[in-house]
């Protein structure tokens, strides 16, 4: 069975930070492109960056410069480190996998931007 769990959101203050950690399991985490999504109340969900099996990185504009994604394959683990937090960064941040043949979601953590 396939599982993504998400961790380390929270509440944070303007210009503050966080890491969000995704741990999979049940799958070859090598072989997925891994993406971090994020969704607002009445928005569609919106890719904020990916990583692909090899490592390359891409970045929605709103976030370039601020959040770093990376990979460990080791732990089967991907990370979004967020800095200079905005309030319009506030969401609930969901980790995705995906590989040509299947999709995985994880159930979502939220992250608040507010004083």
């Known amino acids: 069975q396939v599982q993504l769990v998400e961790s380390g959101g929270g509440l944070v203050q303007p210009g503050g930070s966080l890491t969000l950690s995704c741990a999979a399991s049940g799958l070859t985490f090598t072989d997925y492109h891994m993406i971090w999504y994020r969704q607002t109340p009445g928005k569609e969900r919106e890719l904020v960056a990916s990583?692909?099996?090899?490592?390359?990185?891409n970045y929605t504009n709103s976030v370039k410069g601020r959040f770093m994604i990376w990979r460990d394959d080791v732990k089967s683990r991907v990370y979004l480190q967020m800095g200079f937090l905005k309030p319009q960064d506030t969401a609930v941040y969901y980790c995705?996998?995906?590989?040509?043949?299947?999709?995985?979601w994880g159930q979502g953590t939220q992250v608040t931007v507010s004083s």
């Open positions: 990583i692909s099996d090899f490592g390359y990185r």
């Open positions: 995705h996998a995906r590989h040509t043949r299947a999709v995985y």
